[in-house]
Structure formats: structure tokens, C-alpha cells
């Protein structure tokens, strides 16, 4: 998640190039996934990151499947929820369509000529509005956060729920893991603050890629620094090793002193927006195995 971050991490690799497991999952049979329970939680703007080692290690293996993925495509529903107070906090539903298409050209690769065109494909389904100065304002983990998603989350666990809104400690948002689908359902989603969608006034983050990275995050994604120089890392095998988050866009960084420059234009890094401009092959193999694997395997259950 951007801002910053504490990542819940732990799992056995899986023999997928690119691909290493995700956080709260054991190898089921023929190497499926099963979930039992991860979360991610977000700190404020500026502030350090910290994170668990986790039981895998970065496969340095081809990206198996990675062609057959970029083949099909993965539509995901996305149900927008406007978290507002009587007087301040509005979204305008075109503004929330805006948002859904920077989703779209993020996850098709179409930001950079390096980036992944990856399945997934987001579309709006509907935009509700809820007055509710409790909400407007809800912090990652509170009572108001559970009583608005409890309310208000809508389809299974190949939906999108995006909420809109503020929050008083300044994080651009936040969001679940597929891994914490099964034991808080109603909990799945991921929120945004408004002043982050396009047009807003977030400043160098207010191009519409919080919801892009927290997305990331929604299938499965890791930061790109998490696990810092260490073999296992973000559990992607093609993410150059990163020590510490980026906060700009020095493309020449290189704090592990590793073959190749930190991914600071990848949206799981900490860069503000307009460095900002791509996913990998291994991380759209990675989203797509953790999809198969959780989401749609919920969904069918």
C-alpha cells in the first residue's frame, strides 16, 4: 500500500516462474493455493515501512504461463461506494468513471512501452453515495471502517468494492488481500481518499494511482521493496531487489547494489504519479495465479 505500509507476509513457494506463493497460504493439491488469513495495513504519508520475512524465495525461472495470461482477459465488476458528510465530500459518478478507466490503462500496460498488458479489465457496475460523517472520515481498522464495508459492500470475491473518501492520518488509502477474503468477506475492497482520484487535489498523487496500487495489492502484489535486498523480496522473480521505498523518481537508484535499477516507475513502489507507469510480466503472473487460485476459487466454492 503507498504511504506507509506494514506488510503481513509468510508462505511456500509455488513452482510457477515469477510466482512464489502468497501471503497466508500453504501448497493444497497438483500446487493450488489455499488461503488461511493475511492482511496489509497502512501507515501516514512519509512514514517508514517495515516488514516480516516471509517462507519463500524469488523464482528465477522463466514467467511459465505468462503468455496464455495476456491471451484471456479477466473483467472484474467494480462497485463504487461515496463516502460523504452533509456538507463536503462529494464524487461526481463521471469523476468515479474516470477513475475505473485509469485502472484500465494501468493493468493494459498502455503507461509505458516496459509495462505488462495484464488480464484484468475493470467495469463499473454502480456508484452509490452514503452521508455519513463517521465514514467520510474512517480510518484504516476502525469501528467506522467495518460498520461502512458491513453496509455497504456488495458481490463475492471477484468484485471490486472502492470506497471513496477521507481519513484523518493522511493515508492515500489502503486495501485487503485475497488471502483475507474467506474469513472477512464483507471486509474485501479497497479505499481510497478522494483528493488521489484524477483531477484531484492530491497533488503529485492525485492521477488516479493509489487505486491503481492498492488494486495491486486487492490481487495479490507485494511492494516492490518488501523483503529489501534479500533473495526472497516481493516474491516476483523480475522486480529488481529494493532496500527502501521510493518517495520520487531517481531512475538512476540502486540501494541493494544489485543488477539493476530499483523499480521506481513500478506502481507497488512509493514514487508519486507521474513516475508511475507500470506493472511486470512476473507481476501479472503473479495477480493472475493469486485470482485463479483465490478469487475465482471463492467465488465457485
Known amino acids: ?22 501471503p497466508g ?30 517462507d519463500s524465495t524469488r523464482s528465477g525461472a522463466a514467467l511459465l504461463s505468462y503468455r496464455s495470461h495476456r491471451r484471456r482477459r479477466i473483467v472484474v465488476r467494480v462497485y463504487a461506494h461515496v463516502l460523504r458528510t452533509a456538507s463536503r465530500g462529494g464524487v461526481p459518478s463521471a469523476r ?25 479489465r475493470f467495469r463499473l457496475v454502480d456508484v452509490d453515495v452514503s452521508v455519513n460523517a463517521a465514514w467520510a472520515r474512517m480510518n484504516e481498522g476502525s469501528l467506522a471502517e467495518q460498520h461502512a464495508k458491513r453496509a455497504l459492500h456488495e458481490g463475492g470475491s ?23 477474503y474467506a474469513g472477512q468477506p464483507r471486509m474485501d475492497g479497497i479505499v481510497i481518499a478522494r483528493h488521489t482520484m484524477a483531477g484531484g487535489a492530491g497533488g503529485r498523487y492525485s492521477a488516479g494511482d493509489a487505486a491503481v496500487h492498492e488494486t495491486g495489492h486487492w490481487l495479490g502484489l507485494f511492494h516492490t521493496f518488501t523483503g529489501g535486498c534479500s533473495k526472497r523480496g516481493d516474491l516476483v522473480a523480475d522486480t529488481p531487489a529494493e532496500a527502501s521505498p521510493s518517495y520520487d523518481c531517481h531512475v538512476h537508484r540502486n540501494t541493494c547494489g544489485a543488477p539493476g535499477h530499483d523499480p521506481v516507475h513500478n506502481f507497488m513502489d512509493y514514487g508519486y ?6 506493472f511486470t510480466p512476473g507481476q501479472a503472473a503473479r495477480m493472475t495465479q493469486s485470482w485463479e487460485d483465490l478469487r475465482a476459487s471463492a467465488a465457485s466454492a
Open 273 to 278: 504519479d507521474a513516475c508511475m507507469n507500470q
Open 96 to 120: 468515479v468513471a474516470r477513475q475505473v478507466k485509469v485502472l484500465n490503462r494501468a493493468f493494459s500496460g498502455h503507461e509505458s512501452t516496459q509495462a505488462a498488458n495484464s488480464p484484468f
Open 158 to 180: 471477484t468484485d471490486l468494492n472502492l470506497y471513496i473518501g477521507s481519513n484523518s492520518v493522511g493515508q492515500l488509502g489502503w486495501g485487503t488481500e485475497p488471502t483475507r
Open 1 to 22: 500500500m503507498r504511504a506507509a505500509v506494514v506488510a503481513a507476509l509468510g508462505s511456500l513457494s509455488l513452482a510457477v516462474a515469477g510466482f512464489t506463493g502468497l
Open 25 to 54: 497460504q500453504t501448497a493444497g493439491p497438483a500446487g493450488q493455493l489455499t488461503a488461511t488469513t493475511a492482511a496489509v495495513g497502512c501507515g501516514q504519508v512519509g512514514s517508514r515501512p517495515s516488514a516480516r520475512p516471509d
